[in-house]
């Protein structure tokens, strides 16, 4: 059952054009991390609306738990205590999960049609029926979010609730948020929604004090406010500046319009000649985004 | 909570202290966030560890746990030194200027009066100076030496800040800056509110501390106005209506006192218990108190209740001795107690020093629990390897284990912490053959009054009369009883009572709890309302469920005007004197019609009308409070009474033989250790959740990071805890967040212990947590000291 | 933008590994996207009170069936009450992980004794549960109830039996609780709500 209020933008290694006559509220959540306690209500709420359950984990020693994000956990607490050149301890506690980019890196790397959508109002959305397994989206990934299921080989993770979001609804994690530190709404309203707080704490003495919402990736649907703005690595490594891994653009601007030429496999060999007689990397470049 | 849980957004300041709001009770704690939001307001927290509160606080200060009077003490020697408190409320509104007995003294840490060898005073000095008409004697100009203030500022200008921060471990600059937060907060304008739990309670000077903090609110006028208020963020989902229904030994439903030995007479009880007003006009409204006993005993016993046989007063208990937890597993262990009922308690996890519950509960004959889960407490007798190694065989106590409904499986009401009232439905029946409470407690009940009508036996009358008016016989309605307990007339239409105004004392009217009169009306059921409108935009919502007393959503309202019946601040009225009335957005705690100039004070419930900075009798351990070490303690003195080994501790707490051969030393134990909650779970409930058990899957301990060092211990380690009942093990957190203090001269090391795991669950199986607690009480109250006791900590 | 062989090998191992033109974006038929369809369309909604902390949170308890003679109910879902003008809809992680409570494996389904010194548990009717606890009570009032002190005052008392009451259990349970309890002589009773 298509839900008709959700129109789609675009799929994944899909040529088809998608509909576009009908208008859409770009949505938007906020997660404000100078109001999260990191009470894990929108962990409980996600794992109860989505029908999903982790494996009861041991104490590795911090309060994170489950440890990382999995086909089982598509939202995950970070906890950082940082003390600051005064002495004073700021416990930052930040919601990890999909950042429903404006400019999708795993949908962009995705070779499986259909498997990974993205709907006009901004929800990035993975169609398990369509995943074959490879993992492209999570390389594609500049947060490093999609998990594979051991249990049936496909990835998953957040979906914004795009079934309740679909069915008028607010996403289970805003809902239940006992602060208010994840708010829902038009994008264009969390952003003035997220300038009062950033004014707040600006008055507060956090002077560095913005909003996260990355022009590497076109902007995000989940969007932070950070007493920080100006180190967000001191959120459990949030990235600074983001960018779609250069692999996917590779894909995306080289491969896949060749590809579209008929050039087929034997154009993929000789490319794959050429980058092999061409400089050697290190390793570690492959982490480079 | 005097106030409610909306009201904190009217708050400038939040104190958390004693407690951890945003941690114990995420979405009571939105209202701070509110505050913060649109009323600029501040948050401090004070707290031996950097909560999940304090990482949303404008301002954090540690401090040594068990210390907190020392702390309050400071603040209030603050406030009266720096004459930062709002002189017309504590002048007209407390008992500043009433004169005390010129006998009362205090000395060395203890107060006049002092019987050491049953470590308890004679309260006889603890009391105002009388007139020959009656009344306490005031002085209004509150230079006389004996009047209340005076005696307070001497009392508290020994807590200078150089001692606070000696024994509490808070820097001396960081108490300061605490004082002058809570101090901006003496103007009529701008209102700070308290809100604390089990990390005040849970002290042998328990009641004290909270005692503490209200008489901080009472100077600072912030006792009855919206945003302000002495809150106890309360536990359990309904403590506040169990509490109200009063199950307690020595108490009746609505804070009545059950007779004693004492009260020979129905004539000897109600004289007892029926105050004279101490100022003249004043309200005194316990002065109903014969209508409330009355109307209880004619929903009790019905027509058998008459005037003849003094309503059955002979047909009630009378009390022998105490009957809080502490003093039952006491009787217990010492084979005096046949059965006994556990109705969804689980005191083998609960109660102090699990070993002495275990043997306690090993000499029942028979056990009841009644529980919609399986509890440690019902299967006490089984071996559970190092978790509960107990010989089943030489274990002959008769265990039932009935199972009850949840609260999506039953219809009634549960009383939130702000005193609302609000009525819940049934979602689904309960799982294969549970029943509800009711209908258990009913099932026993019919059962036993069978037994009784057929063979006979000892005292049957209060069995057989007891008046049992329900459809069903074995299964009385929430409904029913909800009727019942609001009350109705017993003549003519025997219509509901729209409230305890109409209660008699003649017979002619049946109440269950006076404090609930009016919930269940001649309009019907009050609890049940859903109305949320909010006209004043402060958040009282009338028509919501229905709120003890009267529908009041902020108790002693009256305060939050001045003398003339002005708001302190207009901009947050709760009622005004509209020159003929009290109007306003509450129901007003005050005669409607009341004038100003009649000069009715606002504590209505007390004789005098006036809040007591000074307590009178009503504290075991003293009409102001005073730092005592806890019973465990790492300092070998009391660094307020140095040269005085009897008043270290609490020197009227009581203390039973044997317990204090467990008390440990810090040779041995050398950190403090404190019990606390996590957010991801509910005591020893939420380990059966699988989410919640995924969220916090395994037993850990909290230590900074330098005793980590000094003792080697790394993030995720396992390690023992230790006291001397017992020991724990669990993963080690290794945190920045609790930080070892300088407490007179010497460096005093924190362990954080959270509660939450058992020998049974979904989540990792672990140890109970009060295998390391002592077994010593609250003087006033006897909550167990959990929040500061002796634990050494060692690499498993 | 750098290519390096690595990743250039995953690129070309996607390509190849699709095997099919069809990965590559050239048959796309009829690629259905779809949201997973919403679980509470017909459900059942009763409201409700959380029974963990005292901020009683309201709730929307939602179950399986529309309350049909023929449909047993099943909780499948429970969210905040946005009309509760405390939580506004809001749950912690207790309240918003109910449903795990509710289903918890640990629920118990019948009365059940352990004989003294056995090792185990044994199913028993409500009836015999209810009438071995009523012998055993009667037994041990009729044996040790105090009905007169030594000043021969009446004093009522039943002392040998001890009650510790919930907290999370309906004021109802809590009045009908004591009002049994004093009629039986009972006084040796507290509360959760002192710890």
Redesign the interface.
Known sequence: MVQQSLNIERRSATTTPSPGVRHSVEVAKLIDISKCIGCKACQAACMEWNDIRDEVGTCKGVYDNPPDLSAGSWTVMRFSEVEAENGKLEWLIRKDGCMHCADPGCLKACPAPGAIIQHTNGIVDFQQENCTGCGYCITGCPFNIPRLSPKDHKAYKCTLCSDRIGAGLEPACAKTCPTGAIMFGSKKEMIIHAEGRIADLKERGYQNAGLYNPEGVGGTHVMYVLQHADKPELYSGLVKDPQISPLVVFWKGIAKPLMSYGLGVAVLTGIMHYVTVGPNETEEDETEK | MTNH??DIKNADLILVMGGNA?????????W???A??HR?AKLVVVDPR?T?????A?Y?APLRSGTDIAFLGGVINYLVTNNKILHEYVKAYTNATYLVNPAFSFKDGMFSGYDAEHRKYDTETWSYQLGDDGYAIVDETMQDPNCVFQLMKKHFSRYTPELVSKITGTPEKQFLTVCEMIASTAVPDRVMTSMYALGWT?HSVGSENIRCMAMIQLLLGNIGVAGGGINA?????????????????EK??GYMT?PT?QD?TFGDYVKKWTPKPLRPGQMNYWSNYPKFFVSLMK??YGQAATQENDFGY???????GP???LA?FE??YQG??????????N?LA??ANKKKVSIALANL??L?TI????TETSEF??NHGELNDVD?????????????T???E?E???????R???W??????G????????AI?????V??RE??AK?G???PE??L??SWPYHIQDL?S?EE??R??SGRSLVGDEAQLTGFGQLRDDGTTAC??WL?GGMWSPAGNLAAR?D?S?PSGL?Q?LN?GFSWPANRRILYNRASCNLAGKPWDPSRMVIKWNGSKWVGNDIPDMRPDARPDEMVMPFIMQPEGVGRLFALNKMKDGPFPEHYEPFESPLAKNPMHPDTPESKSNPAVRIFMGDIDAFGKPDKFPYVGTTYRL????HY??K?????????????VEIGEELAKEKGI????KVTVSSNRGFIKA???????IKALDVDGRKVHTIGIPIHWGF?????NGYLTNTLTPYVGDAT????E?KAFLVNIEKA | MQVTRRQFCKICAAGLGGSSLGLMGYSPGEVLAQTNSFKLTRATETRSTCPYCSVSCGLLIYSMGDRAKNARSEIIHIEGDPDNPVNRGTLCPKGAGLLDMIQSPNRLNYPEVREPGSNGWKRISWDEAFTRIAKHMKADRDENFVTENSAGLKVNRWPTVGVLASSSSINEVGYISHKVLRSLGVVTIDTQARI
Not at chain 2, 371 to 374: A, I, N, Y
Not at chain 2, 781 to 784: D, E, F, I, S
């Open positions: 849980w909306v945003a941690e114990a009770h995420p979405c009571g704690f939105k701070v966030t509110e913060k939001a600029k950097f999940r509160s304090a990482a949303v404008d954090y849970q963020l309360r536990g359990h989902s309904n403590v506040q209506g169990i509490t109200d229904m009063c199950l307690f030994g009746l439903p059950l030995e020979a929903a009790w002979d047909w009630l208990p009378k009390l022998e009957s809080d937890a039952i009787r217990m005096k107690v046949t059965g006994f009922f556990c109705q969804g308690y005191p609960a109660v004959k028979y009841v529980d919609p889960l399986t007798w089984k089943p065989a030489a274990i002959q106590t008769e265990v039932f284990r009935l199972p009850s949840l609260f999506a039953e009634g009401s549960y009383t939130n912490s702000g609302v009232i609000q819940h439905w049934k979602a689904a029946d799982p294969g053959e549970s029943k509800g409470d009711v407690v009913a099932g026993i009940f059962k036993l037994m009784y063979e036996g000892v005292s209060p069995v009369q007891l009385p929430s009883l909800a019942e307990i269950g709890n609930y859903r949320n909010d958040g919502t919501w957010t991801e779970h509910y409930w939420t059966h959740s699988k989410i919640n058990a995924i969220l916090q899957p395994e037993q850990f790394s993030s995720g380690a993963v080690a957190v290794v945190t920045k967040r049974l669950g979904v989540a990792k109250a006897q909550t167990p959990f």
